[in-house]
Each structure stands twice: as structure tokens, then as C-alpha cells.
């Protein structure tokens, strides 16, 4: 009989409790299975990280934040005493900004944790060093399904990870943990589709229910009616015609004949009376909120208006993005980057200024105001628009003649007046 061990938190304690252990699952029994897609739901639907893809409104939650982290460029920065540079000449800027691993480019290598991220609430990479040098050569993502994490008894973190059959153990450095929301004490964040489960089984009902109305020729279900009782394979023959005959949509809006004696009675609740459109309208909003995004990002513009989504823009960036961004910068510094390099100020971060731009009006405005108090040159403004550079006083910086502190104000005001009286 063959048998899996599956590593999950206790049922009773999944809301912030360390406690791990063991669940046999084997192939003649389905008894324990529900650990994997996080238990039962109401609607009897299960639900797994394949049906939150498969649902179209959290594939546009997942791919909305996904694919948006991807394109977000990620740099390694170094502090000097004029600000920031690039360190460009760093061996992890490539790995980072262009290309972690000899497979993958680095938008698709973000764009894969985040989609782990948002699936499963944890993702992995694998990040190999030289023995000599300890120098990085990869960073390449781990499906999260195979990596088991583990606290000794010593207080050690073992992160066990099995490819193709076999099983490696790495330590945090060797192996990249990003953990998402989860609670004290877990050694990994919570699923979103296993902590909406609920939500999600209803928005996959209801879903059925709509193709299986409309498979049926959108008649409701009913009873057909016979004056006679009919002997078992008699039934199977009468249902087998009267599907041919009237089921599916190639039969919607057919004359129907019944003969001998038979009648048809429709029962249950048509579609209209079943709210089946606004079921799922709701269940796009209960999704939204599970992957926290604004209603209008998934196309769901009922009570959008141009103000309102420029703020759920903001918002996007500010409450749900972020908390993303946050969490793979901060794992990718604490474990790519040596506490030497830290200190003389190296550090990994996303640019964000591409989702900050908003349209031309506001730009020349923001870039106007920068520019009358001092605070960008006019090579900076045309650095943030891709234009080239100004060799000739493009670096000055630029004051108004109107704002001065009040003691130089009058030592101007006093040389001008001597120059006046000469």
C-alpha cells in the first residue's frame, strides 16, 4: 500500500499555533486528504490552488498582482555619501536585474514568487553558492509543495527539499524562504485559497450551475410523468431518448411531442428566481477581498467612477502590493546579501516609480513644483522620462529669488541699495 506523509498544522489550531505533525495519506483510503486543499467546504466543492486558477475572478486577482511585481525592476542599490547608486559592478546585480538563472529572465523569476506568494502564502529559491568565493551563481524558484521546512530541537531552521525522488536538505541562505501572512510561531504563511475556501467553492458552484442550466437547454429540471410502471431497463431507454430528444443547447427552443400517456412537471427554481447573476457578481467581491484588490481591477466597474479609481489605484499600490514588495525585499537582503555587505550598505529594492507616474498633467505638475523649491534638476526630470542629458547646466540646481531666509534677504537688499547710490 503506498502511503504519503504530509506535513500540515493541526485542523483545530490553524489560526496561529506552531503545532505540526504528520498525516499518513494513502492511496485506498480518501480519509485525510481534505489537509491538502484545507478541508471541507459547505457547497461539497473542493477546492485546491488549481481551482483558485481556474476561477476567472481570482486568476485576475493573482495575475493582476503577479504580473505586476514582474515588471516591477528590481535593483541593487549602494548607499554613498551623495545618496544611492546602482552597484552595477556588484556580481548579484545581473542575477537580480536581468537574469537569475540560465532558464529564466528575471521579470519571469518575480513574477513566479509572487504567484506562489499569492497560491500558496510561501515561496522558495534555491540559491547555490561557490565553495571559495561564496559567491551566488542562481537564485531559482522552488515549487512550494516541495519543500518541507523543519525547527530542530536545537532551534535550527531545515528546509527539506525533494526533486525527482530525492530529498536535500538546505539551511536559510542556501535556500531563499519568503514567507506571507501567517501567524506567530508558523514556519509559513497561510494559502489564501485554502483560508477562502468557502468563498471560492460558492463562486466554482455557482459556476457549475450556470454551465449545467445552460448544457440543459436553460429549461429547469423537472419529472417526466408515465401512467404505467415501467420495468428498469424500460426507465433507462425513456431517459436515454427524452435526452437525446430535449437535452443540451443544440435542442433549446425544439417543439417537444409527448405521447402515451406521458406529462411533463417542472420543479426546483429557475435561473431568475436562483439570483444566479448576482451570486457571482458577490462572489467577485468576496474574492476581491480574500486577494484584496479593488473591485474595478477586476473588471468590475458597477460603482466605479474616474475619481474613485484613481484612489483604488493608490490603494492597489499602498495596501496590496507593498506588503508583497516588503517581504521578498527583506528576505532577499537577509539572505542573498552577507552582513558585511549590509554594513557597507548594500541592499536589494523594487522601483516603484514606474506605478507613481499617473498621466502627463500630473507629472509636469510634480516635476514643475520639484523644480521651483530646489529639489531635482532638470537632468534628473529627463533621467525619470528617458531623455538624455543636458551637459550645460543641467545639473544646477534651481532656487525661486522670492524665497530667501529673512537675514539674507536683507544683505541683498542692502548690496543692491550701496550699488544704487554709487
Not at 353 to 361: A, E, V
Request: proline share 5%.
Amino acid at each position: 500500500m503506498n502511503k504519503f506523509l504530509y506535513y500540515a498544522s493541526h485542523p483545530k489550531q490553524a489560526l496561529g499555533a506552531a503545532v505540526r505533525k504528520a498525516v499518513t495519506l494513502t492511496l485506498d483510503d480518501v480519509t485525510g486528504w481534505d489537509v491538502l486543499t484545507g478541508g471541507p467546504t459547505y457547497t461539497g466543492k473542493p477546492v485546491s490552488d488549481i481551482t483558485a486558477l481556474q476561477i476567472t475572478a481570482s486568476w485576475s486577482a493573482i495575475r493582476l498582482i503577479s504580473e505586476t511585481i514582474g515588471t516591477l525592476p528590481l535593483h541593487l542599490y549602494r548607499r554613498t555619501d551623495k545618496g544611492r547608486e546602482k552597484a552595477r559592478d556588484h556580481k548579484l546585480y545581473d542575477l537580480l536585474h536581468l537574469q537569475p538563472n540560465p532558464h529564466m529572465t528575471s521579470l519571469e523569476w518575480r513574477e513566479a514568487m509572487a504567484v506562489s506568494l499569492c497560491v500558496w502564502g510561501q515561496s522558495y529559491n534555491l540559491a547555490p553558492r561557490l565553495n571559495r568565493s561564496g559567491r551566488i551563481v542562481a537564485i531559482t524558484p522552488v515549487a512550494k509543495p516541495q519543500v518541507r521546512p523543519e525547527l530542530t530541537e536545537d532551534g535550527q531552521l531545515r528546509y527539506h527539499v525533494t526533486d525527482r525522488g530525492k530529498e536535500t536538505t538546505y539551511t536559510r541562505g542556501d535556500i531563499v524562504p519568503i514567507k506571507g501572512f501567517g501567524g506567530a510561531g508558523e514556519l509559513e504563511g497561510y494559502p489564501p485559497y485554502k483560508m477562502g475556501r468557502q468563498a471560492l467553492a460558492i463562486a466554482a458552484a455557482a459556476e457549475e450551475y450556470g454551465a449545467r442550466f445552460f448544457s440543459n437547454g436553460g429549461r429547469p429540471a423537472g419529472f417526466f410523468t408515465y401512467d404505467k410502471i415501467l420495468k428498469p431497463e424500460q426507465r433507462q431507454k425513456l431517459r436515454e431518448v427524452l435526452d437525446r430528444l430535449y437535452g443540451g443547447l443544440e435542442n433549446m427552443h425544439k417543439i417537444g411531442l409527448l405521447e402515451a400517456g406521458i406529462t411533463f412537471s417542472p420543479s426546483g427554481l429557475n435561473n431568475a428566481d436562483a439570483q444566479l447573476a448576482e451570486t457571482r457578481k458577490a462572489q467577485v467581491a468576496e474574492i476581491a477581498r480574500i486577494w484584496r484588490v479593488p473591485l474595478n481591477m477586476l473588471m468590475e466597474m458597477d460603482r466605479a467612477t474616474y475619481n474613485n479609481t484613481e484612489q483604488e489605484n493608490l490603494h492597489f499600490l499602498n495596501y496590496t502590493l507593498s506588503p508583497y514588495l516588503q517581504r521578498i525585499e527583506q528576505a532577499l537582503n537577509t539572505t542573498l546579501l552577507t552582513r558585511e555587505e549590509r554594513r557597507r550598505g548594500y541592499y536589494i529594492e523594487f522601483d516603484v516609480r514606474g506605478l507613481l507616474r499617473g498621466d502627463s498633467k500630473a507629472r509636469g505638475e510634480y516635476y514643475r513644483n520639484m523644480r521651483m523649491v530646489g529639489g531635482m534638476t532638470i537632468n534628473e526630470i529627463r533621467a525619470r522620462e528617458n531623455l538624455p542629458r543636458i551637459e550645460e547646466g543641467g545639473d544646477d540646481v534651481m532656487v525661486p529669488l522670492n524665497m530667501a531666509p529673512p537675514d539674507l534677504m536683507r544683505e541683498i537688499l542692502g548690496g543692491d541699495q550701496g550699488n544704487n547710490s554709487n
